[in-house]
């Protein structure tokens, strides 16, 4: 499978505009991001690249198109990528309890009560970003003994992971990308929990289950999209947890959950991305 490969120079924009551009990108198929140099690079699926979309983002940021490096990439050993590039341990603090998220080739790991392995591939979700540190946040936060969990947009399975060691009873990951359910079984195995993995998206969630939590770290217009399925599959009194969007799309987020009869909780916030929290 070959990919598409971005690369913007972000080193003359202001500060905010990587993160504009991540969430925009994110909005039209691209679900992989790393920043190296001042250049943000993104990733996406060659049969998922739109090459007009793209131009819709440069031009709803008044940016020139040329300043969007557009490459095909072949199939690699992206673990080895991200050994050379980018990926380090993070440690997550959730308060009471913390988690620590390495790779298999780390050596110096710092200690934590948690201890994740993760060897990411072309999928989202080392704790790096700030949707997903937030939602870890949650998950060490708030009790997992004895929940059904479900990781809706799993990619590395890192939060269904950490559920699982906290305590959940059972955990199912489902994703639209094979990559991300590669990557997401493989997680598993290597950290020696028991977590079911499914290739889909929200309309293959079963209708004869319901979960106890839901973890949804996707992008704003899909969770707008999907949360009436994700509300028939979360129980009376069950938590559902979604982040992917900024401080300022929580309104139109929390109307949408409102409307489905969804109570508001709370969110936590990094860097103006948030984790919000509503209870059915």
């Not at 500060?15 to 001042?38: K, P």
Request: one cysteine or more; aromatic letters at 10%; charged letters at 25%.
């Amino acid at each position: 499978m070959n990919y598409i490969k971005l690369s913007i120079n972000v080193a003359d924009m202001p500060e905010y505009m990587a993160d504009v551009l991540t969430y925009e990108l994110g909005e039209i198929g691209f679900s992989t991001f790393e920043t190296e140099n001042d250049t943000l690079i993104a990733y996406t699926k060659q049969t998922d690249f739109n090459e007009e979309s793209l131009k819709e983002v440069a031009e709803s940021q008044s940016l020139s198109y040329d300043l969007f490096l557009v490459e095909e990439v072949e199939d690699k050993d992206w673990n080895e990528e991200w050994e050379k590039n980018y990926f380090q341990p993070i440690v997550v603090d959730g308060g009471e309890s913390k988690c620590v998220i390495h790779s298999s080739f780390h050596t110096d790991v710092p200690k934590a009560d948690y201890e994740i392995v993760i060897n990411p591939k072309m999928s989202f979700g080392t704790g790096h970003h700030e949707t997903t540190s937030s939602m870890l946040r949650w998950i060490l936060t708030d009790s997992m003994q004895g929940k059904s969990v479900l990781d809706m947009g799993c990619g590395t399975a890192v939060l269904g992971i950490l559920a699982k060691m906290r305590g959940a009873d059972t955990v199912m990951g489902v994703d639209i990308d094979e990559w991300c359910k590669e990557n997401a079984t493989e997680s598993v195995a290597l950290n020696n929990v028991e977590m079911e993995i499914k290739l889909g998206d929200a309309s293959i969630l079963p209708t004869d289950e319901v979960f106890d939590v839901i973890l949804a770290n996707i992008n704003r217009n899909i969770l707008l999209a999907d949360m009436d399925k994700y509300v028939n599959s979360l129980k009376k009194g069950g938590n559902l947890y979604m982040s992917g969007f900024y401080t300022e799309d929580i309104p139109v987020i929390r109307e949408k959950a409102e409307s489905l009869g969804l109570n508001f909780e709370d969110f936590k916030e990094k860097n103006n991305w948030v984790a919000v929290k509503f209870v059915k």
